[in-house]
DNA sequence: GCTATTGTTCGGCTATACAGAACAATGTTC
DNA sequence: GAACATTGTTCTGTATAGCCGAACAATAGC
């Protein structure tokens, strides 16, 4: 799992990822353990290995958290299974309406996904990672796993090609350079220069595809959304298993797309895709 | 604001509410500072008044979480405003799909924000709380702030109310005298004999009514669900502005609610209120 | 230009958060 | 049913990490 890595080894003063206040950083740490063995719920020796602390230390921390409602625990009998808080919930929801976008954008999304009977997605860039704020499932038994707020590599969805489709060069090639572009799959683009061509296509005609390069048997289908500023803001997408539709049906698809994200931008005061400028 | 409190008075061990990790109870009080503050954002001073702490310490608090995600912050010339941070999406996110209920309730309450065209709502019990944990708003202009993962006092709430009322009479109690019944408006009832009498109707036919007894002009109905064990693990509402509907109208609209939430329990393998022996 | 207000860094004192071991409570095994 | 194993919880000493105050930097206002 985890060694205990060199504990008194002078002090390099290395350790980059030690966040100035070492508990806080571990109460974060334990959220995050939670949040990743989701539905599951942890024990505290189970936490208390996962980020690497004595089980009195993981029980102080979750103490501290269950008293503030951002980690609820459960007694089994002797046992106590903690996990995620609902506290987390509510911050979580106001993290989401504190871009008010996902207020407008919603109906549409769900007017979207009646339209095209697929899930649809809303996101923001963050940091230079795409983040879905809002979701709309499809109908049906099919459940895409679209969660909320996950940062996604922009390389490889059809949300975050929209989102940085029409930035500066050099502002796109640092994001990469960055964050990288590791191979998903087969068919993820992995070299800044077929992604920048990928990119011009995308703002040329307005929606952009993942085609299963982020995961196999998965396409997306995306585009970007404008505030009055006509910066690109956002981005929506729909989200659909391997289409057996032809080509041409897709970039119908992607044209719907548009649209729907046209009337987002409009309900935002910002300006259609037709109304954009040409690329500089 | 604050006083330092007497700091060094023997050890008469009171301060019940100073949890044991003094940095991460305040890396929490910097959250939920930042969560009543939410849509403005706050600046480092602002947040270290509001939580009694110097600037310096807010400022190392808030580095630690702008490092990982849990606030964001935006730079807006020389000043730097805090907002909370999309990783709480990510947890939040994860916090509510931990309760499986959601997952087959969500389409159900569309069905019923449809039939009704009413804002309607999935709430679970939380620490004696009513909290919202599924939301699906009403179309049309006419926007009900229902924001999930807050506290709800039960005793003024249809889905608390929906909650409780199958609960055993000394539990309900403990939990009123634990959270106390605060006076919302006139209509609020404020004694635990009013409250039972009415919890015992709710439980006898089925629906339960918040007749502006949190805020006036609002008006919810709501319904339990119950899982296997037969127990109402969540209960859902409509919420209207004040109905100008008859009191017939009204019973009509708990019918159907609680026929939505039957069928939510039926989904769960529970039983429906048709089904559940009398009260105890 | 100077002042007022903000964000950020620094250094030292102290309280605090940590690990480890002891204790308790449960469940498991033979 | 008793010994064991495994879990959660309490306790205590100590090193250090976190806190404040003050100094510094950078804007914004007048």
């Known amino acids: 799992m985890k060694q205990a890595v060199d504990k008194a080894e002078g002090k390099p003063a290395a350790a980059e990822d030690r966040y100035p206040l070492r508990s806080v950083g571990r109460a974060l740490d334990v959220l995050q353990a939670l949040g990743a063995n989701s539905g599951k719920g942890m024990g505290v020796g189970e936490i208390a290995e996962a980020i690497g602390v004595s089980r009195s230390t993981a029980f102080t921390l979750l103490q501290t958290m269950v008293a503030r409602g951002f980690v609820s625990d459960v007694r089994i009998g002797g046992a106590r299974l903690y996990r995620l808080g609902l506290a987390l919930v509510h911050l979580g929801d106001l993290a989401v309406a504190e871009m008010g976008i996902t207020q407008v954008a919603t109906p549409i999304l769900q007017q979207l996904t009646d339209a095209t009977q697929l899930t649809s997605r809303l996101a923001v860039l963050d940091d230079g990672y795409a983040v879905a704020i809002g979701r709309v499932d499809a109908p049906g038994p099919f459940r895409m796993t679209a969660s909320l707020g996950r940062r996604e590599l922009p390389h490889c969805s059809s949300v975050g090609k929209s989102l940085l489709c029409r930035l500066p060069e050099p502002q796109i090639l640092a994001i990469l350079a960055r964050l990288g572009m590791p191979k998903r799959t087969e068919h993820t683009l992995t ?78 005061g910002g300006p259609a895709h037709s109304a954009l400028p040409p690329l500089a």
Chains 1, 2 share one sequence.
Not at 218 to 239: E, K, L, M
């Open 191 to 268: 070299s800044p220069e077929t992604l920048l061509a990928d990119l011009r296509e995308v703002a040329r005609r307005g929606y952009s595809f993942d085609n299963e390069e982020d995961n196999l048997g998965v396409v997306c289908v995306g585009s970007a959304v404008f505030d009055r500023s006509g910066a690109a803001v956002a981005a929506i997408s729909v989200t659909s298993m391997r289409l057996e539709r032809s080509d041409t049906d897709l970039h119908h698809l992607g044209a719907v797309v548009r649209a729907f994200a046209d009337r987002i931008s409009h309900l935002l």
